[in-house]
């Protein structure tokens, strides 16, 4: 596609409740990143993905955080038990190599109520 | 881990008006980005820049890397520039991932 898509752009849902969101990296792209924002802050990383593989998931929060990307492509973000205070902006970015300049999705907004 | 400041936090020019925002960064780092983020959210890469010095249009930025620092001009500045300009960096050597400042926010007024 010409640019990094998330899915969907809008996701509001119930605490405790578990959640997905998707994201279609720039074809042919083999990294992959998760980053969150909150509001009047920069991103923060979360996972990275090099092909297949999580290669660096120190930024995610705890275990109810978890992504794959199973055929080196699409990713999924996975929020379980979902809290009040994972609601923000989740931002899906892909770059063509290692320490190539990264591309950004428009994000999706997660609202936990 | 790598502090990443950006100044000033704040800006307003007037349509027309030159700037200069300013990056920090308190180790050595082999990948440097900047980024705009417009009033709708959208984050738009607009300079890989680990050293040296790069134009595109209006906008040119460059990063000494000995003594970490980088920086983004914006001549004759329009509306459209409005919004929030990111520096990212990566907290250490080898890293992926990237480490963003707190963000310069500009407002162009007409």
């Known amino acids: 596609g010409a640019g990094v898509s998330q899915t969907p752009s809008n996701k509001v849902t119930e605490k405790g409740k578990y959640v997905e969101l998707r994201c279609d990296p720039i074809s042919g792209h083999t990294a992959l990143y998760w980053y969150r924002q909150s509001l009047g802050q920069g991103p923060e990383f979360l996972i990275y993905?090099?092909?297949?593989?999580?290669?660096?998931d120190s930024g995610l929060p705890n275990d109810r955080f978890f992504a794959v990307r199973p055929e080196g492509s699409v990713s999924t973000l996975k929020i379980q038990r979902t809290e009040r205070g994972d609601s923000a902006v989740y931002l899906c970015a892909s770059s063509l190599t290692r320490n190539s300049p990264l591309h950004f999705g428009n994000g999706t907004r997660l609202t936990v109520t | 881990g790598i502090q990443v400041e950006q100044s000033p936090p704040d800006l307003i020019l007037q349509e027309g008006a030159n700037s200069t925002l300013r990056c920090n960064f308190s180790?050595?780092?082999?990948?440097l980005q900047w980024f705009h983020q417009n009033p709708w959210g959208q984050l738009i890469n607009l300079f890989y820049i680990p050293s040296g010095t790069k134009q595109n249009g209006r906008l040119s930025a460059t990063t000494v890397a000995t003594e970490r620092y980088s920086l983004l001009y914006i001549s004759s500045s329009q509306t459209t520039d409005s919004g929030v300009y990111f520096c990212?960096?990566?907290?250490?050597?080898?890293?992926?991932?990237?480490?963003f400042g707190k963000g310069t926010k500009l407002t162009v007024n007409p």
């Open positions: 180790d050595s780092v082999n990948n």
């Open positions: 990212a960096v990566p907290p250490q050597g080898g890293s992926e991932k990237l480490v």
């Open positions: 993905f090099q092909g297949t593989g999580a290669a660096d």
